[in-house]
């Protein structure tokens, strides 16, 4: 059973993890890592600004929905990423260990200090998501299958 970790749970990661556990089912195990509980649909923000919606009715609980599909959750903010230990340390210090890692970050996210530290090892586990960076999900799918079977 391998253990394939989304980081960031936005237009990205929400359908990343949704698709990869749709694909590898239930023997492996999907976990979501984000920094908020609730997901907030960026684009209706004007919305909000001028009164046309109420910021709960663009935001939905991320933990709620995940586990409809047998996808974990755990929110935590994300400080660094050790490649050579396949593990995720949080700001708490807390450690998320991971067989595969997708990183779902949007453009505010905090990317860039990782870039750095990514090495090869990373890459050849790791799926980068970003809205200015895509990636065309189907195939980091077709990678994770590939590399799991």
């Not at 990661?13 to 999907?30: D, N, R, S």
């Not at 009715?57 to 755990?74: G, N, R, T, V």
């Not at 895509?134 to 590939?146: A, D, E, N, T, Y």
């Amino acid at each position: 059973m391998a253990k394939i970790v989304v980081l960031g749970a936005g237009t990205g990661g929400m359908p990343a993890a949704y698709e990869i556990k749709h694909l590898l089912g239930q023997e492996h195990q999907v976990l979501m890592v984000n920094e908020r509980e609730n997901f907030r649909f960026i684009p209706s923000n004007p919305w909000v600004a001028v009164g046309w919606r109420e910021p709960d009715a663009i935001s939905i609980p991320i933990a709620k929905h995940l586990a409809k599909k047998h996808i974990d959750f755990i929110c935590a903010f994300v400080t660094k990423i050790d490649a050579d230990n396949n593990q995720l340390i949080t700001a708490e210090h807390d450690v998320i260990d991971y067989d595969y890692l997708v990183i779902a970050s949007d453009s505010n996210w905090h990317l860039i200090q990782f870039l750095g530290h990514i090495q090869s090892t990373l890459l050849s586990r790791c799926a980068l998501l970003n809205m200015h960076c895509p990636v065309k999900i189907i195939s980091m799918h077709s990678l994770l299958i590939q590399s799991l079977y």
